[in-house]
């Protein structure tokens, strides 16, 4: 086998298994420690796939960026962090969920074997051309794609005013009260 | 796979998955471990030296010459000690967050160059994988503060994430302006593009770098929660913060992983601003071609020198300045330095669009050696003012001080 | 792809202009005490906009920033909808935010910034962009529904609002990203050609993705069945809020669907008129059904709402640009009646909010009365409104496209719908009244209802005006 090959499916295996902890886990901090690892496997495998500046994004945006916001949610709120279902006595039949499940995948698999899929030339000869995407990235993103950019500024703009709005006006509620 | 593994490839070429595994932990992790353990003791040995001596005492002095081997003592003495983990910890976590804190500061070290082709892996994105795995390091202090189940290590904990994920904003403002100058994120190509005599260091590349420097080093101070950003820890108020419950081996990785990570930002403040491994004098420098040997060695030389001037600024500082509060943290961080970093990032870009680089032979040559010698002779006649300010004060107490203590004051 | 040119910022220059008052009334937010200047500059910008439009369309129809979107009449005419729909806003908010603590200049930026996402979606022939703008109007409105301070249930509004919009945000990307992943780009063009070329009309993932994109452009319109949020987020939000998600939201969602529908996806493809037919026939039959139920002013309008565009939509199912027309006739005249309306519930303050204040209002305040019944008749569709002409348009374009049982669904239903608003009608011209006489209309919220009076009179009385101008991409 391939190195590429083998080191493909350890990545998948480590995406996989995380992702089981992260339904699984009752503990909700455990639950987030899981989606770091599943995230992280995520990134090795758009860094596997010559994608290296989404792979490192991927770091900075959802482990370094998501991911501390979560635990943050939690430690800020949360006095016990098992999660305790109203109907926890109920002993919950796995199998409804088993069934939904299968279901689902049976019905993505399907589509996704029955798709012809657009496979773009790189792909094609089954090697990976190992090109630098970052720069090309910074100049599509100023010359072709610069109205997009300046949308999603406008669009950070916006959520910056509402977030600081929000925030704010809770202070004020205290300072009012106090 | 990209760039990740350009190392391994060419050692390795056809030798099979095996082979190539044991290339990667080759290349990759055998030096970066041993590289980080030498640094860790020498920086934990010159902290407690410049500790001393600023404080006017000495240090160690019992275990090798000057205490040298003091560090790798302790060391030995952690490796010993009781693995205690408290009750109602969550252990895993608890066990997870040392390992998570170092990896955040270890695998930035593959990126530092030590010269043009010492380094372990060039990624065309390194100062971006740089910023991007910062944050690993935030998420192992979270889960140790979490894990110990102990009121004072999750404020520090939070505090740490906070200070921690807020400077990533200011840093990397510094670091856009540093990609915009040299057009390359590449750790190896930034070096590059400060090649030749002194001024040609982004230092002095135009008048604003000086600023996009003291923002990157005070940044780098609290991405390291080094003093006087040290809240996350700060030992009068939460004890010991996020690792008060930790002891033993767990401590000390703890411990290496911010010495580490010191000299990590360090090496970097070097790379970006100070020219990386060139020495700053072009026949210096020109050896890299024409006896590679030696000019690796000079090169090397040079960039430790560079950082480990800079970890001991950090040190200088811990010992000399006091604890800011945590909204002085935070107003200095949102209303100080990402507006001065956004005007900075813009001005340079202005700058350089204006006047060119230096390369090019345009007006930026002339510039950076004129704005070289204001910069040298204003620090100087700063420093010596500061000097002259503060000289008969320091001495003063000095003297006062090792006469109580019935020290004899000569040299010793 | 050809890049970008200065040049193009000519073509989106209602869009700079409404973005760059929004800048500036950001930096003197804190200094504003009047409540007038934001309003002023609001309305003025949009005046702007609308000139910058006919300005922007006196050249030829072309494209900008290297097809990403378009400038052409059908732009041209929704963009002047949605400046039009933020000036009224903009007029309704003087007396319609008094007292609700709302900041006033932050809740103009976010109209403004809307508006912005609004004729950007319109415009949209790319992916990117449509997805964006998309996502510029949801976050603006987010804010916009929980900015009032006093109220719970306005922050519940928007909570609820933000989770189901973020969710249906989630499944349209996705919806996004499987075409892509299959057509290999993002403009529309190019998808409707990537499709015909490679026969991917039948292929599963590729009407699994249309069904997620319908999905998620159905929520953003409030079309059944995903119209839940609708009546939640009217009701919790301030009422000028609530009008402007009513009028110019939809204005762009339906704008954004007539485009995904008659260039992306093509009008051959039938699992997008099954789609578009069951959407249609369930908003018009569940909207006009329960808004019978309704006593909260918001509410009944809220279904209405949803009412209406199911008519909306049935433009759309026959694919036709003929039909797209019939659908942008619709929006047209259906936003000026319904902030006509609004206006009226605004200004009956807090008489105006449950349909027990309509009682007698005919004796106390009879121009008032008037309009209202105005609006109530062009909600119902009877004749010499423009909600006759817009009925009309939408139900003979699905019957020339054989949807003869889906027309004759959209009759009864304008027929049961036309209970609730005659009831109103009832209420207000033959019981005696209960309440003291409202207080006069500021001059603002007058001037606003008298254009959506005008509009809507005018259009029932020569349609052409409207009609000749509305003309399909």
């Known amino acids: 086998m391939e190195f590429e090959t083998i080191v493909f499916y350890a990545l998948a295996v480590a995406t996989v298994i995380p992702a089981f902890g992260v339904m699984m886990a009752k503990d909700i901090v455990r639950v987030a420690f899981w989606l770091l690892a599943s995230l992280s496997g995520v990134a090795g495998l758009f860094i596997m796939l010559d994608a290296d500046f989404l792979g490192v994004t991927q770091v900075l945006v959802y482990i370094g960026g998501i991911l501390v916001l979560i635990l943050f949610g939690i430690m800020m709120t949360h006095r016990d962090p098992v999660l305790v279902s109203a109907d926890d006595d109920r002993r919950r039949s796995p199998f409804t969920g088993l069934l939904v499940s299968l279901m689902t995948f049976g019905a993505l698999m399907g589509v996704i074997l029955g798709t012809g899929w657009n496979v773009s030339g790189g792909l094609a000869n089954g090697k990976l051309s190992g090109e630098p995407t970052a720069a090309p990235l910074g100049k599509a993103l100023l010359t072709d794609y610069v109205l997009p950019f300046e949308i999603v500024s406008v669009l950070l703009l916006v959520v910056l005013c509402g977030a600081a709005y929000i925030a704010r006006r809770g202070k004020d509620e205290e300072a009012s009260n106090a | 796979m990209g760039d990740f593994f350009t190392l391994v490839d060419w050692a390795v070429e056809d030798a099979g998955f095996w082979g190539r595994l044991i290339g990667v932990v080759a290349v990759w992790a055998v030096p970066i471990t041993v590289w980080v353990s030498v640094v860790g003791l020498f920086s934990i040995w010159l902290e407690r030296k410049v500790s001393a001596h600023i404080q006017c005492r000495l240090g160690p002095m019992e275990v090798g010459p000057h205490g040298a081997l003091q560090t790798l003592a302790d060391g030995i003495k952690l490796l010993a000690k009781e693995d205690i983990i408290p009750q109602g910890a969550d252990r895993f976590l608890f066990a997870l967050a040392p390992i998570l804190s170092f990896v955040g500061s270890f695998v930035v070290f593959a990126v530092v160059p030590f010269g043009p082709h010492l380094i372990i892996a060039d990624l065309n994105l390194g100062i971006y994988f740089l910023a991007a795995i910062g944050s690993i390091e935030a998420i192992g202090v979270i889960a140790a503060g979490w894990a110990s189940n102990n009121k004072w290590s999750v404020f520090g904990a939070v505090r740490a994430a906070t200070q921690v994920v807020s400077y990533e904003i200011p840093l990397s403002l510094s670091l856009v302006t540093i990609a915009c100058l040299a057009g390359t994120l590449s750790t190896i190509g930034i070096v590059e593009s400060q090649a030749g005599w002194i001024w040609n260091w982004f230092l002095f590349r135009n008048p604003f770098m000086v600023i996009s420097f003291l923002i990157f080093y005070i940044a780098s101070l609290a991405e390291c929660k080094r003093a006087p950003f040290d809240l996350p820890e700060a030992e009068s108020e939460l004890v010991s913060g996020f690792h008060t419950e930790y002891s033993g081996m767990r401590f000390a990785i703890f411990f290496l992983a911010e010495y580490a990570a010191m000299y990590v930002v360090s090496a970097m403040g070097a790379v970006l601003f100070l020219g990386g491994w060139y020495t700053g004098i072009e026949p210096l420098d020109s050896w890299l071609t024409t006896s590679p040997v030696l000019g690796n060695v000079v090169g090397a030389l040079a960039i430790i020198t560079k950082a480990f001037f800079l970890v001991f600024v950090q040190m200088w500082l811990r010992w000399t300045l006091p604890r800011i509060r945590l909204d002085q943290m935070m107003y200095l961080c949102f209303k100080v330095l990402v507006p001065v970093g956004m005007v900075v990032f813009m001005a340079a870009a202005f700058w350089q669009g204006v006047f060119g680089a230096p390369d090019l032979g345009g007006l930026g040559s002339k510039f950076g050696l004129a704005w070289f010698v204001v910069v040298v002779v204003g620090t100087t006649l700063w420093v010596k003012k500061t000097i002259r300010r503060t000289k008969g004060y320091a001495s003063a107490n000095f003297l006062e001080h090792q006469a109580r203590l019935g020290h004899d004051v000569g040299v010793s | ?473």
């Open chain 3, 1 to 473: 792809m050809n890049g970008a040119t200065v040049a193009d910022l000519g073509l989106v220059l209602p869009e700079l202009i409404l973005t760059g008052m929004a800048l500036v009334l950001i930096l003197v937010a804190r200094r504003i005490q009047s409540t007038s200047v934001p309003v002023v500059a609001t309305v003025l910008a949009a005046a702007a906009a609308v000139a910058a439009s006919w300005w922007v369309l006196s050249k030829e129809p072309q494209s900008a920033f290297g097809g990403l979107i378009t400038v052409d009449g059908y732009a041209q005419f929704f963009k002047v909808l949605v400046a039009a729909a933020l000036a009224l806003v903009a007029l309704l908010s003087v007396k319609g935010l008094e007292g609700s603590g709302a900041p006033r200049s932050e809740y103009h930026v976010l109209l403004l910034l809307a508006s912005v996402g609004m004729m950007l979606t319109v415009s949209a022939v790319d992916m990117v962009t449509f997805y964006l703008g998309l996502e510029l109007i949801t976050l603006c409105s987010y804010i916009l529904v929980g900015i009032t301070v006093d109220r719970p249930s306005s922050n519940e509004a928007a909570i609820k609002y933000f989770l189901l919009a973020s969710f249906a945000s989630a499944l349209m990307l996705f919806g996004i990203s499987i075409t892509y992943g299959l057509t290999g780009t993002t403009s529309f063009s190019g998808v409707a050609a990537s499709i015909a070329e490679r026969g991917l009309a039948d292929d599963p993932l590729q009407l699994a993705a249309l069904a997620l994109i319908a999905a998620g452009l159905a929520f953003k319109i409030g079309a059944v069945p995903f119209h839940s949020w609708v009546p939640d987020a009217y009701q919790g939000a301030s009422t000028p809020v609530a009008a402007f998600l009513a009028s110019g939201s939809k204005a762009a969602g339906l704008a954004a669907l007539g485009r995904v529908v008659v260039i992306a996806f093509g009008p051959d493809s039938p699992a997008l008129s099954i789609i578009l037919v069951g959407l249609a026939a369930l908003s018009v039959a569940v909207g006009s059904v329960l808004v019978l139920a309704q006593t909260d002013m918001k509410r009944l309008l809220a279904y209405s709402s949803i009412a209406h565009v199911g008519y909306a939509v049935m433009g759309l199912t026959a694919g036709t640009d003929a039909g797209a027309s019939a659908t942008m006739t619709y929006a047209f005249f259906y936003v000026f009646m319904t902030l006509g309306a609004f206006g009226v519930v605004i200004g009956l303050g807090a008489r105006g909010a449950t349909l027990d204040g309509y009682q007698g209002l005919a004796s106390q305040r009879p121009g008032v009365a008037g309009v209202m019944l105005l609006f109530l008749l062009a909600l119902t569709g009877i004749p010499l409104t423009s909600g006759f002409v817009a009925k009309f348009v939408v139900i003979s374009s699905a019957v020339g496209a054989g949807y003869v049982v889906l027309a004759v669904l959209a009759v009864v239903c304008s027929v049961v719908s036309a209970f609730v608003y005659m009831r109103i009608a009832v209420l207000m011209y033959m019981r005696e009244p209960e309440s003291p006489t409202p207080a006069r209309f500021p001059v603002t919220l007058s001037v606003a209802i008298a254009i959506a009076a005008i509009v809507t009179l005018v259009g029932g009385v020569l349609p052409r005006l409207i009609t000749d101008w509305a003309v399909a991409p």
